[in-house]
């Protein structure tokens, strides 16, 4: 096969078409990653060379000093500090610089212009790309970015309908449904939910697979026992107290994230309810307070770590030209049966 001339340079979508591999894997070659296989490796290098694949110098030395922003809201969360930790150890695989940064007020969230110069600023500073932790992103914000040409990739977004962006989450809807499903196979029918706010695409989404698993039972859903605020152990604590209050109390109560069933379960301990004897308790995420809880916490897993790490890989991906095979990004996620959840109490 000739050689391409400089203005016909081939691409890295072009070696990864021509190697039979999708291009993340491409990219994964060029940025000396050590999760490709050696024969892959080995074939891919082939093709760079036969097409006459070559970053010139100043794109290798791009890539070596390629800088990521990650925006998010609650770093002291164990939620976020488990992604953060898959984001800071892809970039630091692929040689990025990783800064942080707290969600962008106003006026850069509602003025074109201000969002304007904080890109412009990003952009000169040698940042490639944007990673949205759990935020929204203004609209101001994106457009700026079209401009400008900077690419954003957001984890768990809270709308899944903008079309503009690379999103990157979980199989929330299962989630939602497994643990019900869980539940309701170890005989409760009173089952509470706790969730987050409903203007969050994942909560919405965890409470569609709730309410899906109770409508295959056959069980109506009693909106007395259902919550929606915060995803926190406040609001878990909280609206644990109000439910485990009722007169006809919920005998398990499935949690929108880990927080929230942490509060539900210290509203069981004040109210001297044993778990899972008396109720039983589910979280959503998974992290690694899910077993530090007495009793430990049945948890539905998402890959936080490895939703970081997609994300970061994305991002360069991106900024190497290499474009997503899909706007929306879903890793699958699993039940953790622990030690809060069990049979319904016998009447």
Same mark, same amino acid.
């Given at each position: 096969?000739?050689?391409?001339?400089?203005?016909?340079?081939?691409?890295?979508?072009?070696? %990864?078409?021509?190697?039979?591999?999708?291009? +993340?894997?491409?990219?994964?070659?060029?940025?000396?990653?050590?999760?490709?296989?050696?024969? @892959?490796?080995? $074939?891919?290098?082939? !093709?760079?060379?036969?097409?006459?694949?070559?970053?010139?110098?100043?794109? $290798?030395?791009?890539?070596?000093?390629?800088?990521? *922003?990650?925006?998010?809201?609650?770093?002291?969360?164990?939620?976020?500090?488990?992604?953060?930790?898959?984001?800071?150890?892809?970039?630091?695989?692929?040689?990025?610089?990783?800064?942080?940064?707290?969600?962008?007020?106003?006026?850069?969230?509602?003025?074109?212009?201000? +969002?304007?110069?904080?890109?412009?600023?990003?952009?000169?500073?040698?940042? !490639?790309?944007?990673?949205?932790?759990?935020?929204?992103?203004?609209?101001?914000?994106?457009?700026?970015?079209?401009?400008? &040409?900077?690419?954003?990739? @957001?984890?768990? #977004?809270?709308?899944?309908?903008?079309?503009? =962006?690379?999103?990157?989450?979980?199989?929330?809807?299962?989630?939602?449904?497994?643990?019900?499903?869980?539940?309701?196979?170890?005989?409760?029918?009173?089952?509470?939910?706790?969730?987050?706010?409903?203007?969050?695409?994942?909560?919405?989404?965890?409470?569609?697979?709730?309410?899906?698993?109770?409508?295959?039972?056959?069980?109506?859903?009693?909106?007395? =026992?259902?919550?929606?605020? +915060?995803?926190?152990?406040?609001?878990? =604590?909280? $609206?644990? $107290?109000?439910?485990?209050?009722?007169?006809?109390? #919920?005998?398990?109560?499935?949690?929108?994230?880990? &927080?929230?069933?942490?509060? !539900?379960? +210290? %509203? %069981?301990?004040?109210?001297?309810?044993?778990?899972?004897?008396?109720?039983?308790?589910?979280?959503?995420?998974?992290?690694?307070? %899910?077993?530090?809880?007495?009793?430990?916490?049945?948890?539905?897993?998402?890959?936080?770590?490895?939703?970081?790490?997609?994300?970061?890989?994305? *991002?360069?991906?991106?900024?190497?030209? !290499?474009?997503?095979?899909?706007?929306?990004?879903?890793?699958?996620?699993?039940?953790?049966?622990?030690?809060?959840?069990?049979?319904?109490?016998?009447?």
């Amino acid at each position: 096969m000739p050689r391409r001339g400089r203005s016909e340079r081939a691409t890295l979508a072009d070696v %990864a078409r021509l190697a039979g591999v999708s291009p +993340a894997t491409a990219s994964k070659v060029l940025n000396g990653r050590s999760d490709v296989g050696a024969s @892959t490796r080995e $074939h891919v290098l082939g !093709v760079m060379a036969e097409l006459g694949y070559m970053p010139t110098a100043a794109r $290798h030395e791009q890539t070596r000093g390629r800088t990521l *922003v990650t925006v998010l809201d609650i770093v002291e969360s164990r939620y976020a500090g488990t992604v953060l930790k898959g984001i800071l150890v892809a970039a630091t695989s692929m040689q990025a610089e990783l800064l942080l940064r707290l969600p962008l007020g106003e006026p850069i969230s509602t003025s074109r212009t201000a +969002a304007r110069v904080w890109m412009e600023e990003q952009k000169a500073s040698g940042v !490639v790309g944007v990673i949205a932790l759990a935020v929204a992103v203004p609209d101001s914000v994106l457009l700026a970015a079209e401009e400008l &040409e900077m690419h954003i990739v @957001t984890i768990d #977004p809270i709308d899944t309908t903008e079309s503009r =962006l690379v999103s990157i989450g979980s199989t929330n809807w299962a989630g939602g449904r497994s643990a019900t499903e869980h539940v309701i196979k170890l005989g409760h029918r009173r089952i509470g939910w706790i969730g987050g706010p409903l203007a969050s695409a994942p909560s919405l989404e965890r409470f569609h697979g709730y309410q899906a698993a109770l409508d295959s039972a056959g069980i109506a859903p009693d909106r007395a =026992l259902i919550r929606h605020e +915060a995803f926190s152990v406040e609001a878990g =604590l909280r $609206h644990g $107290h109000d439910l485990l209050a009722l007169d006809e109390r #919920p005998t398990a109560i499935v949690a929108g994230n880990d &927080e929230i069933a942490v509060g !539900v379960l +210290a %509203a %069981a301990k004040e109210l001297q309810i044993t778990v899972p004897g008396e109720l039983s308790v589910t979280g959503f995420d998974d992290t690694p307070q %899910a077993q530090w809880t007495t009793p430990r916490l049945t948890s539905v897993r998402q890959p936080l770590v490895g939703m970081g790490r997609m994300a970061v890989e994305t *991002v360069l991906g991106m900024a190497d030209g !290499v474009q997503p095979a899909s706007r929306h990004l879903q890793l699958a996620t699993t039940l953790s049966v622990r030690d809060s959840t069990g049979p319904v109490p016998s009447s």
